[in-house]
T-cell receptor
Framework: GAVVSQHPSWVICKSGTSVKIECRSL??????MFWYRQFPKQSLMLMAT?????????EQGVEKDKFLINHASLTLSTLTVTSAHPEDSSFYIC???????????FGEGSRLTVL | DAKTTQPTSMDCAEGRAANLPCNHS???????VYWYRQIHSQGPQYIIH???NNETNEMASLIITEDRKSSTLILPHATLRDTAVYYC??????????????FGTGTKLQVIP
């Protein structure tokens, strides 16, 4: 199947710093990508929908100034956690819609730990 | 997207068929049923999807009731590697437009040796 790749797979940072996570569709162009976060033993929670060439649409309760999303090309969306705090520690997962059939493929996830 | 309800957890003996139910009573006519699974600390993996007919692929079978209000994912011969959380979601297929995809709590399937 189609491949969606995230980088980095895991990252540890100090409180107050910003962290960028990349999501790439490796063999297809994706006009729409989604960002999720997942806390231990919980389901995936949709954070925002990233649309190429336009502003992301955030879910209720998700701070858009805290979680900056940029979908600058048809193969890359980035999530930047600004001024990270320990409560932002989580597993962040992206997904992309495959054109045509509309299949949804997921990245491997990125584990963020904020000290 | 319509909401789905699944049992929180299930056990299955290795080699036996695992039958995972999902209720989606408010599904719309143009919404497909998709199944994904998530192995610990990995991204969700696509398994199968269908609209109203039963579907089968190399991983699983999907049985959708005639009224489309529920479905069952069948893993014909469960192995230890099938231990995962299985998510049933409903969504409109096709790439046109904005399609928010939300997840329910899923079913944690434990395959027992």
């Amino acid at each position: 199947g189609a491949v969606v790749s995230q980088h980095p797979s895991w990252v540890i940072c100090k409180s107050g710093t910003s962290v960028k996570i990349e999501c790439r569709s490796l063999d297809f162009q994706a006009t729409t990508m989604f960002w999720y976060r997942q806390f231990p033993k919980q389901s995936l929670m949709l954070m925002a929908t990233s649309n190429e060439g336009s502003k992301a649409t955030y879910e209720q309760g998700v701070e858009k100034d805290k979680f900056l999303i940029n979908h600058a090309s048809l193969t890359l969306s980035t999530l930047t956690v600004t001024s990270a705090h320990p409560e932002d520690s989580s597993f962040y997962i992206c997904s992309a819609i495959f054109p045509g059939a509309g299949e949804l493929f997921f990245g491997e996830g990125s584990r963020l730990t904020v000290l | 997207d319509a909401k789905t309800t699944q049992p929180t957890s299930m056990d299955c003996a290795e080699g036996r068929a695992a039958n995972l139910p999902c209720n989606h009573s408010t599904i719309s006519g143009n919404e497909y049923v998709y199944w994904y699974r998530q192995i610990h600390s990995q991204g969700p993996q696509y398994i199968i999807h269908g609209l109203k007919n039963n579907e089968t692929n190399e991983m699983a079978s999907l049985i959708i009731t005639e009224d489309r209000k529920s479905s069952t994912l069948i893993l014909p011969h469960a192995t230890l590697r099938d231990t995962a959380v299985y998510y049933c979601i409903v969504r409109v297929a096709g790439s046109g437009g904005y399609q928010k995809v939300t997840f329910g709590t899923g079913t944690k399937l434990q395959v027992i040796p």
